[in-house]
C-alpha cells in the first residue's frame, strides 16, 4: 500500500482558468508544484484523483496551481476542500541532516539537562530557518529556531531531538 504525505489544503479557486488556491503544507515548495509534478487530490467520499502540474506561481500567503485537462474554474470547483498528497515514492533522498516535516512533527524535545520539553508539534517557515513549535504540558509552547546551536541532535529511531537552549528562549513567567 502506497503512503501519501500532505503537500497542501485546496481552499477555494482563483479566477476563471482553472487555478486554485493551495495553503501550502510542503517544506519543498518549488520541487513538488513545478511544471509536470504529479499529485494526488484526496477528497470526502472520492476516488483520489492524480493531477499533473501546469503552473505554479505565489500570491499572498497562498500557492496558486493550474492542472493539465482542468482548464477552467468549472473543472476545478470540485477541488475544493481537497487536500493534495505526494507519494512517498515520489519523495527525493535528502542530504544528510536533512529531513521531511512529517518525520520532525511529534518528535521529542530533551534539553541539555535530559528534561522532555515536549513534542514538536508543528513547523513555521520563516524564511531565515524554520521555526519548531513545542508543545508542553500545561505551560506554553515553546517556539524553538532550527538553528545548529540550538538543535544538537536529531534521533529519528529513538523519536528524539536534543536542544540546547539559550537563555531567555522559554519564559515560563508568564
Known amino acids: 500500500m502506497t503512503e501519501y504525505l500532505n503537500v497542501g489544503k485546496v481552499v477555494n479557486t482563483h479566477g476563471i482558468r ?4 493551495v495553503i501550502s503544507q510542503t517544506d519543498f515548495p518549488e520541487e513538488r508544484y513545478q511544471k509536470g509534478a ?8 472520492q476516488k483520489p484523483l492524480e493531477l499533473t502540474i501546469t503552473s505554479h506561481r505565489k500570491h499572498k500567503n497562498f500557492d496558486l496551481l493550474t492542472f493539465e485537462g482542468y482548464p477552467n474554474i468549472n473543472d476545478v470547483e470540485t477541488f475544493r476542500d481537497g487536500i493534495l498528497k505526494v507519494s512517498e515514492d515520489d519523495l ?7 529531513f521531511y516535516y512529517y518525520e520532525i512533527i511529534g518528535l521529542n524535545v530533551i534539553d541539555e539537562d535530559g528534561e522532555n520539553l515536549g513534542k514538536i ?4 517557515s520563516t524564511g531565515a ?4 513549535i513545542v508543545q508542553r504540558k500545561g505551560k506554553k509552547d515553546v517556539l524553538i529556531p532550527y538553528i545548529e546551536s540550538v ?12 536542544v540546547e537552549i539559550p537563555e531567555g528562549l ?3 513567567e508568564n
Open 151 to 162: 538543535v544538537k541532535e536529531i534521533d529519528l529511531d529513538a523519536g528524539v531531538v536534543h
Open 129 to 132: 530557518n524554520d521555526v519548531w
Open 170 to 172: 522559554i519564559d515560563d
Open 38 to 45: 504529479k499529485l494526488t487530490l484526496f477528497r470526502e467520499g
Open 92 to 98: 527525493t533522498d535528502l542530504e544528510e541532516n536533512e
Open 18 to 21: 482553472g487555478e486554485v488556491r
Open 121 to 124: 508539534k508543528e513547523i513555521l
